[in-house]
C-alpha cells in the first residue's frame, strides 16, 4: 500500500501510521510490549541509517532539552476495529522529524516478536497529526483504552485526578472540567477489561512505578482538544492512551 507524505512542504512531519500485518494479531492487553517493539524497530533502524552513535534524541527520547519531557517519539499500538487485536500503531514525534529521521521511520517494517516470530508493518501514511483515525481527532470528551498509571506517588492533596489534571497542563491542554473513573472498559463485542489485564510493568529493569496497577478514566474538557493523547506512565509506549468519545470509531 503506497503511503502519503505531507503536502506541507518545508514543515517537519510529525506522524506516521502503520498497519500491522500477521496471525495472530496482538492483543490489546499487550499494548505496552507492542509499545516496547516498536520502539526497539525504529531504535534499530535509526542505527543503521544514522550510526550508532547519532541517533535521533526525538526516537530515543534520552538528551532532551531540559524541560522538554514530552517531545520525543510516542509509540502508539492501537485497535482500529474494536475487535481487541491490535492492527495499527502510529510512531507520533510532537517535535516533529527531519528529512534523515523521516527515512528512519519510512526504512521501519517489521516487529520481532520475542518468540522469533514477526509481524509486517505497512506504512500507511506520513506527515501532520490530523489524519483521519480515532487517535487524532478533536473532542471534548476522551476515554481510556489503556490503563493511566499515574507518574507521582499519590500523597494528601494530590491525588490520581489532581496528577491527570497536572498533566494536561505540563502537556499546555486545559484542565479538565470533568473525570469520571471507570471500572472496566468494553473491548470487542463482550468483553470487559480491567487495568490489570493489562501489560503494566516495563520489560527496561530498574524504572520507578508509582502505580502498579492503573485505572481507566473519563476526561471531559471545556473545549476540542486534539489527539492524539496519552498521559501517565508509560505512555510513550501506548499506556494512558484516550480516544475521543462521539467520534465514528470512539470508545464505546
Given at each position: 500500500m503506497p503511503h502519503h507524505t505531507s503536502?506541507?512542504?518545508?514543515?517537519?512531519?510529525?506522524?506516521?501510521?502503520?498497519?500491522?500485518?500477521?496471525?495472530?494479531?496482538?492483543?490489546?492487553?499487550?499494548?505496552?510490549?507492542?509499545?516496547?517493539?516498536?520502539?526497539?524497530?525504529?531504535?534499530?533502524?535509526?542505527?543503521?541509517i544514522c550510526g550508532e552513535d547519532s541517533i535521533p534524541s526525538i526516537f530515543s527520547g534520552h538528551g532532551m532539552p531540559h524541560g522538554n519531557r514530552h517531545g520525543h517519539a510516542f509509540y502508539l499500538p492501537w485497535d482500529s476495529h474494536h475487535d481487541g487485536r491490535i492492527d495499527r500503531v502510529m510512531v507520533h514525534v510532537p517535535d516533529g522529524m527531519q528529512a534523515q529521521a523521516q527515512r528512519v521511520v519510512e526504512s521501519v517494517n517489521r516487529l520481532w516478536r520475542r518468540d522469533g516470530g514477526e509481524w509486517q508493518l505497512v506504512l500507511e501514511s506520513i506527515g501532520?497529526?490530523?489524519s483521519n483515525n480515532a487517535l487524532t481527532q478533536p473532542?471534548?470528551?476522551w476515554a481510556s483504552v489503556t490503563p493511566y498509571l499515574h507518574p507521582w506517588h499519590c500523597k494528601k492533596g494530590f491525588s490520581v485526578?489532581?496528577?491527570i489534571r497536572r498533566e494536561c497542563i505540563e502537556r499546555g491542554l486545559?484542565?479538565?472540567?470533568?473525570?469520571?473513573r471507570r471500572e472496566t472498559i468494553k473491548v470487542g463485542r463482550n468483553r470487559s477489561l480491567r487495568p490489570i489485564h493489562f501489560k503494566r510493568f516495563r520489560t527496561r529493569r530498574g524504572v520507578q512505578q508509582p502505580d502498579r496497577i492503573g485505572s481507566f478514566w473519563q476526561l471531559e474538557f471545556s473545549k476540542d482538544v486534539a489527539g492524539p493523547l496519552a498521559l501517565g506512565f508509560a505512555c510513550h509506549y501506548g499506556l494512558g492512551m484516550f480516544r475521543p468519545v462521539g467520534t465514528n470509531e470512539s470508545q464505546c
Open positions: 503536502a506541507m512542504v518545508g514543515l517537519a512531519a510529525t506522524t506516521a501510521n502503520f498497519i500491522i500485518v500477521g496471525k495472530p494479531l496482538p492483543r490489546v492487553e499487550d499494548t505496552l510490549r507492542i509499545g516496547e517493539l516498536m520502539r526497539m524497530a525504529v531504535m534499530s533502524r535509526a542505527k543503521h501532520g497529526p490530523h473532542g471534548r470528551v485526578e489532581d496528577q486545559p484542565q479538565p472540567i470533568k473525570l469520571a
